[in-house]
């Protein structure tokens, strides 16, 4: 064995047992049912509280999973205090934290109200000038990421989707984008779906250390064997 291999093999040696020890923090959105959400009774929930689940047992670690908003659970990431799953990936974000391999795929979709002759989504200029529903503190994609810099649409942030509905039921919005799974459980026939934004693989994300590095190595080998709802096609 190399003396690089036995470095690495030493260190994941040491963190497991670490690891073992100890109760490893993540995060998940508390308001994006059926992906992941708080139960009533303050659980985590959802496919990707089921998935760290998943993959702390069989990685033999233990885990606590905290359903908190969004923008907090980046915040806990960027402090290095907690993994976040169900996350994007995007170049800002690869360059400060560590990613495990994919877990699922979601689409977004982009929704109008039925029957009032919005344009078909056909790409991100359909959306200049518009009013777009999004939630606080999400990536959507990198072009829909260029149009808010560019202040070429205006996006109206909500922390959970019910409330894009709500407002676009009213007429305060012209557009919102959301999950097909997660709109669906929202959608009483009012909203249509004008087009796909965009479709992101969703992953574990960790803050950038060797104790991460390890963890990765100790989570990766698992993912394949996920059950195939929790794994990205």
Request: hydrophobic content about 45%; charged content about 25%.
């Amino acid at each position: 064995m190399s003396a690089s291999r036995l470095a690495t093999a030493v260190l994941l040696l040491l963190c497991s047992l670490s690891q073992a020890r100890e109760v490893l923090r993540f995060a998940i959105d508390a308001h994006n049912p059926p992906f992941m959400y708080v139960d009533g009774q303050g659980v985590a929930q959802g496919l990707y509280a089921q998935t760290l689940r998943q993959l702390g047992e069989r990685a033999g670690l233990t885990l606590r999973i905290e359903a908190i908003p969004w923008k907090r659970a980046l915040a806990y990431l960027e402090q290095g205090s907690h993994g976040v799953a169900g996350i994007y990936r995007n170049e800002e974000r690869q360059r400060k934290y560590l990613f495990s391999k994919p877990i699922y795929r979601e689409e977004l979709v982009v929704y109008a109200r039925k029957g009032h002759a919005m344009a078909a989504y056909s790409g991100i200029a359909s959306l200049y000038g518009k009013r777009v529903g999004v939630l606080s503190g999400w990536f959507y994609s990198d072009a829909f990421s260029r149009a808010l810099d560019e202040k070429r649409l205006l996006a109206d942030e909500a922390a959970r989707d019910a409330q894009n509905v709500d407002k676009l039921r009213l007429g305060r919005l012209d557009y919102l984008i959301g999950i097909r799974e997660s709109i669906a459980a929202l959608n009483q026939g009012e909203l249509e779906e004008a087009g796909i934004l965009a479709s992101n693989l969703t992953y574990i994300a960790l803050p950038d250390s060797p104790r991460s590095r390890a963890l990765l190595l100790q989570l990766n080998p698992h993912i394949a064997d996920l059950p195939d709802k929790a794994r990205a096609p």
